[in-house]
């Protein structure tokens, strides 16, 4: 046959050649459109993007798949102990790249790809992609591993307060989850606490009423007084109480401008408190000066207004403001539709050193009255944390706490 080709005078001229780089050319063809063929048909993706919220959860279910990959990242931990010293604990992920991990009878491959010259502006960290790839049509492998996902995100901070706070337009957490707060442990003016959680509850259970009489789902309150008198405390126990988490806004914050504030307002986490401390010194009472500036921050007074209650305004919102000075708020700020409740948290009065005296030493009996008249007696203001920080120093002698009470 060699001869005979040989001898052919076409083939000679390298039509026979061509004819064989054709026919390779046009099998490799066949081979590449055959294999897409098949991964359309026969393979599964799932992309999550470093963008989407479900990101963390990914990231966290990878990391408890890093012992089944060869090649890894380590990520560090430090837990404080209920001691007040720090654990240090070490995770693994694994490293950018292609692994396989076997999860119920099914091998996937993940791809985690992160961009080297594409940076989330806000933060800085690099972009990144994780990529799944399983056999078959069926996507309900990977709706099972998400929502394994999520539940296993959420278990680690079952009984915690995620503390978030504003990147950009994002929000991501801040340290790591803190305790729930008992709502109890915040000593508030008799009957206050209960007043304010109770509009709460009925904010949150009667959204068919807001909605069918064309009232804007949101709430809003202030919390002003002394420093010292709880405000705060009082805002991480009701998170805790209604296992909400807190978004903390600092309208302080360098590059935060009108739009970017709407932005946060609108895409809070869900079952978050929007928290806004010391509201007054972001934006003093306006005067002459502050009109033709025209800004105190990078958001103007004007944004803030729109970004709490404008047409550009997000709904089923909860926000705290607080302030030591209420005097310095603008009107327009506090007006109702922007602030529903205004509650007054000042010093401790005789009700909260008893409760307060009670909550330390439960068994005192009349040293509690004692205590309050030897308080009084000195004819001084107190507030709730200078009574706290006082009584932690005598945690112990309950008689040498009501002897010494004017070292208050």
């Excluded at 390298?14 to 393979?43: C, E, H, W, Y």
């Excluded at 790809?113 to 309900?140: C, S, Y």
């Excluded at 009701?238 to 895409?267: F, M």
């Excluded at 007054?280 to 103007?300: E, P």
Aim: proline content about 4%.
């Amino acid at each position: 046959m060699l001869e005979a080709l040989g001898d052919n005078p076409y083939f000679s001229a390298g039509f026979g050649l061509a004819g064989i780089g054709l026919g390779i050319t046009m099998l490799r063809k066949g081979l590449q459109g055959s294999l897409v063929l098949a991964k359309r048909n026969l393979l599964r993706t799932l992309e999550v993007t470093s963008k989407d919220p479900s990101y963390p959860w990914v990231l966290q279910w990878i990391t408890e798949q890093g012992s089944k990959t060869q090649h890894v990242t380590v990520q560090t931990k430090s837990i404080q102990l209920a001691n007040g010293r720090f654990s240090t604990e070490f995770s693994y992920s694994p490293c950018p790249g292609r692994h396989f991990i076997r999860y119920k009878g099914n091998w996937l491959s993940v791809e985690r790809i992160r961009e080297k010259q594409m940076l989330d502006l806000t933060n800085g960290v690099p972009f990144e992609t994780v990529t799944f790839t399983a056999i078959g049509k069926d996507l309900k492998l990977f709706e099972n591993f998400l929502y394994e996902a999520k539940l296993r995100a959420e278990s680690l901070n079952e009984g915690k307060t995620v503390i978030y706070t504003s990147w950009g337009t994002e929000w991501r957490p801040f340290g790591l989850p803190r305790l729930k707060r008992n709502i109890k442990s915040v000593i508030l003016q008799d009957g206050l606490a209960e007043k304010i959680m109770d509009d709460i509850h009925d904010f949150l259970t009667n959204t068919n009423w807001y909605r069918t009489r064309g009232i804007p789902y949101r709430r809003g309150y202030l919390l002003y007084g002394p420093p010292g008198s709880g405000k705060t405390s009082f805002i991480t126990a009701v998170a805790g109480e209604l296992d909400y988490n807190i978004c903390i806004l600092n309208l302080s914050q360098r590059g935060l401008t009108d739009d970017s504030l709407i932005q946060s307002l609108s895409t809070v986490p869900h079952q978050s408190i929007v928290l806004l401390e010391d509201i007054d010194v972001a934006f003093m009472k306006r005067d002459a000066a502050s009109v033709a500036k025209g800004f105190v921050t990078g958001v103007t007074f004007s944004g803030l207004l729109n970004a709490l209650d404008g047409v550009a305004s997000s709904e089923q919102r909860l926000v705290f403001m607080t302030t030591n000075h209420i005097d310095r708020l603008d009107p327009a700020l506090i007006r109702p539709g922007r602030v529903d409740m205004k509650c007054y948290l000042g010093d401790a009065d005789a009700n909260q050193m008893v409760r307060m005296f009670n909550r330390f030493f439960p068994d005192s009996g009349e040293l509690a009255n004692t205590f309050v008249k030897n308080v009084t007696s000195a004819k001084k203001n107190v507030s709730m944390a200078a009574l706290q920080g006082y009584l932690m120093c005598y945690k112990n002698e309950p008689e040498m706490a009501v002897k010494n009470a004017n070292e208050i």
